[in-house]
């Protein structure tokens, strides 16, 4: 009997591989990644001007790669040309520091900021909206862990092994990038303005949300970070453990349980930095505080990048709305660092940080309940939406049907009940005929069915 392999190398996962070999370098060397960090320390250089020009530039390229970027073909090329240039940008710190650090850093960090919001075309093209929760979540899962490997070498060894490693890293990320496809199955989005519309009040309202709770995550670099740097080794390998261990919970429980874990992160949150307040710079305090916080923060990514998945479905370039998503993200982390280093510079730096983290959680609580409202009314299926019940006293099977899939399983399901084959049905709707399947697949599972006959039945029988 032939053995199967571990994990089945179809078009999703490679995606989720380029992604992850990738994000690990961004995480682990431009975006404050403790490479960077270690080098500057070790030629004595002022850190912040470094941090914010790299934070700037990657900004810029998040918000700007749609005007390029308008299909799947010119998504891949620019994947490839921007991690090959990463290379080249990362290359130069093998050197002593010279200008060439400093245009490095800038180039790179561009380069890094177009090719993640261009990775937004994968997202959206290898699953249907429904599954792209799992998506994000392997992929912020694997390329954490693998900045938290990094980080170890870079702390632990030396900052060159750290970088060299992370170089690895990046010229893996090229070789699988260039094995991505570059054909688009997926229908061209012509989203009517009506939808338009409706997207505009949810959309705004998440980016509000992220903004505000990534300040968090700026405070926990310039203010909680700094106070245990004694802690370095520790903080080395745990820095990002509990961040994972959020997304893998919330990653395999079921639809209705995960908002109910966005309150338990936003308490979280408050309690860290209340903890932060009260507690003193031990390991055990440390890994208290990083416990509730990264927790919290992997709460948070995971549910902000779902949603904005199931977003892209009604979006004609991926590419503008994964840059909006991330733009915020970037934007909260800058902020968030500008006023913690501030803050840090105070004589009450614990009791400062930890008024504005309350106030944050405040203003959290306030904005999660009308989110998740808007997004129910948009996404009746996403994927941290309460089961809908449904009052069928006056409603037949085939309605009871019809209001529990997308709009685009319902479609599948007409062709289906036309006799329609899964070739069929996928030139018919632009879609490669594995997508069909995996259509077919999820509406199996919602309707708890096993087969065609069984979708008939359910449908005809209204006994």
Not at 153 to 180: D, E, R, T
Not at 362 to 386: C, D, E
Request: glycine share 4%; charged share 15%.
């Amino acid at each position: 009997m032939e053995a199967k392999p571990f994990i089945k190398l179809n078009e999703r996962n490679l995606a989720v591989i380029v992604f992850a070999l990738f994000f690990s370098w961004l995480l682990a060397f431009p975006f404050e990644g403790q490479v960077l960090y270690a080098l500057l320390n070790k030629y004595n250089i002022y850190s912040s001007d470094y941090i914010f020009k790299s934070i700037t530039a990657h900004l810029i390229g998040l918000i700007s790669c749609y005007l390029y970027v308008k299909n799947l073909k010119s998504a891949k090329i620019l994947i490839a040309a921007s991690i090959a240039v990463c290379i080249a940008g990362t290359s130069v710190f093998l050197f002593k520091p010279s200008l060439l650090w400093d245009i490095s850093l800038i180039v790179t960090s561009y380069a890094a900021g177009a090719s993640v919001a261009s990775w937004g075309y994968y997202y959206k093209e290898l699953t249907v909206a429904e599954e792209r929760l799992k998506m994000a979540a392997d992929s912020l899962i694997f390329s954490n862990a693998l900045m938290i490997v990094i980080t170890i070498v870079a702390v632990n060894i030396s900052a060159y092994a750290g970088l060299i490693l992370s170089l690895v890293l990046l010229c893996a990320a090229f070789f699988a990038a260039i094995k991505l496809p570059s054909d688009s199955k997926v229908q061209n989005c012509a989203a009517k303005d009506e939808i338009r519309l409706n997207i505009i009040k949810p959309l705004l309202l998440l980016c509000i949300f992220i903004l505000i709770t990534t300040i968090s995550s700026g405070l926990m670099y310039q203010v909680i970070n700094p106070y245990y740097k004694h802690l370095e080794i520790i903080v080395s390998w745990y820095w990002a453990l509990p961040y994972i261990a959020a997304i893998f919970i919330i990653r395999n429980i079921s639809n209705s349980k995960r908002i109910y874990l966005m309150y338990v992160a936003v308490a979280m949150t408050g309690l860290g930095f209340v903890s932060f307040l009260v507690l003193d710079n031990s390991a055990i305090s440390y890994i208290v505080i990083d416990t509730l916080l990264l927790g919290a923060f992997g709460s948070f990514d995971l549910f902000w990048w779902s949603v904005f998945g199931e977003m892209l479905d009604y979006s004609d370039n991926p590419s503008k709305l994964m840059g909006i998503g991330l733009s915020c993200n970037v934007l909260g982390v800058l902020i968030g660092g500008m006023v913690g280093s501030t803050i840090y510079n105070t004589d009450n730096n614990k009791l400062n940080s930890s008024i504005l983290a309350l106030v944050v959680v405040f203003i959290v609580l306030v904005i999660l309940p009308i989110i998740h409202n808007q997004l129910s009314n948009l996404l009746k299926t996403h994927a941290y939406n309460i089961s809908v019940k449904i009052n069928d006293k006056n409603n037949d099977k085939k309605h009871l049907v019809l209001y529990q899939l997308t709009e685009r399983e319902n479609q599948i399901v007409d062709l289906l009940l036309k006799g329609r084959t899964y070739k069929m049905i996928a030139e018919e709707l632009f879609l490669s005929e594995n997508t069909v399947k995996t259509h077919i697949r999820n509406i199996y599972s919602k309707l708890n069915i096993q087969s065609k006959t069984e979708l008939i039945k359910l449908i005809t029988d209204k006994n």
